[in-house]
């Protein structure tokens, strides 16, 4: 089993910046991928950006541009720099790993609020 804890939420105004961080533990040497997720309220979750084993990066259209995905190794951690936040931009954020028996795991979540 791999295990997610997300970090770094809370509330920024417009235009701020705000970095999430994904702490790994558990079974990270099959982990093909980490993405983080978001679900703003009455919608459903959507994909952000994710990064693979060997780098190679995506992101959602709406977040080109502004946030940038990274990984450190050694701490075992991904991160997500999110600058230019709009208030569009609210929502819990999730971290999720994808195995490669395709088996996804999911953190427990943070909140990133962003006032107007």
């Known amino acids: 089993q791999v295990q997610l804890v997300e970090s770094g939420g809370g509330l920024v105004q417009s235009g701020g910046s705000l970095r999430l961080s994904c702490a790994t533990s558990g079974s990270i040497f099959s982990i093909n991928a980490i993405s983080w997720y978001r679900q703003a309220p009455g919608n459903g979750r959507e994909l952000v950006a994710s990064i693979t084993s060997r780098n190679i990066v995506n992101y959602a259209e709406s977040v080109k541009g502004r946030f940038t995905i990274s990984r450190d190794n050694a701490k075992n951690t991904v991160y997500l720099q999110m600058n230019s936040l709009k208030p569009e931009d609210t929502a819990v954020y999730y971290c999720?790993?994808?195995?490669?028996?395709?088996?996804?795991?999911w953190g427990q979540g943070t909140q990133v609020t962003v006032s107007s």
């Open positions: 999720s790993s994808l195995d490669y028996y395709s088996i996804q795991y």
